[in-house]
Antibody, heavy 124, light 108 residues
Framework: EVQLVESGGGLVQPGGSLRLSCAAS????????MSWVRQAPGKGLEWVSV???????YYADSVKGRFTISRDNSKNTLYLQMNSLRAEDTAVYYC??????????????????WGQGTLVTVSS | AIRMTQSPSSLSASTGDRVTITCRAS??????LAWYQQKPGKAPKLLIY???TLQSGVPSRFSGSGSGTDFTLTISCLQSEDFATYYC??????????FGQGTKLEIK
């Protein structure tokens, strides 16, 4: 059974740092495209970052230069290092496995498994 | 960035009703569209991908259609467990995926 379990959220002051973890089971993180998606309180979903199976990484403009996505293959775990945090980064952060069904260009067809989310609050 | 616009933003319906939610892309995205269901305090759940393909395990009362810029999600006979918020997502510009703002489906 595929499971994703996030941890590492909490309260942090503006300008601070936090590292989120997403422990996976039932599949191999390094074999899939893995994403982080966030949801500000009462708001919609916003894609944050992705790491390809080959290791390439991409970021939303809103977090580029401040956040870093990575994975530890030995632990089958995905990470999101968040630096220089701002009030507008306050959100529930979800990790998601991008589908292992691909389109003709080789890109995943949606995100088929999601973690339960972890809340990050940036406030003084 | 490709902008996704859903309508309506909220919708009231009764169990047994047929409902349709619309999603419009700011530019053509072929069939690179997914639909998600989210219940309060829970993670999104993938319902449909490639605009019209039902994810495994999703009830057949859910269906999707459209291509290019205009898409619909239809629930043919609402059940109590279907009251939730629904999001469309384009992945034409993967990895710069974007979501619609959501449609909240409430009990009338």
């Amino acid at each position: 059974e595929v499971q994703l379990v996030e941890s590492g959220g909490g309260l942090v002051q503006p300008g601070g740092s936090l590292r989120l973890s997403c422990a996976a089971s039932g599949f191999t993180v390094s074999s899939n495209y893995m994403s982080w998606v966030r949801q500000a309180p009462g708001k919609g979903l916003e894609w944050v970052s992705v790491i390809y199976s080959g290791g390439s990484t991409y970021y939303a403009d809103s977090v580029k230069g401040r956040f870093t996505i990575s994975r530890d293959n030995s632990k089958n775990t995905l990470y999101l290092q968040m630096n220089s945090l701002r009030a507008e980064d306050t959100a529930v952060y979800y990790c998601a496995r991008d589908s292992d069904y691909y389109d003709s260009s080789g890109y995943p067809l949606g995100s088929d498994y999601w973690g339960q989310g972890t809340l990050v609050t940036v406030s003084s | 960035a490709i902008r996704m616009t859903q309508s309506p933003s909220s919708l009231s319906a009764s169990t047994g009703d047929r409902v349709t939610i619309t999603c419009r892309a700011s530019q053509g995205i072929s069939s690179y569209l997914a639909w998600y269901q989210q219940k309060p305090g829970k993670a999104p759940k993938l319902l449909i991908y490639a605009a019209s393909t039902l994810q495994s395990g999703v009830p057949s009362r859910f269906s999707g259609s459209g291509s290019g810029t205009d898409f619909t999600l239809t629930i043919s006979c609402l059940q109590s467990e279907d009251f939730a918020t629904y999001y469309c997502q384009q992945y034409y510009s993967y990895p710069q995926n974007t979501f619609g703002q959501g449609t909240k489906l409430e009990i009338k």
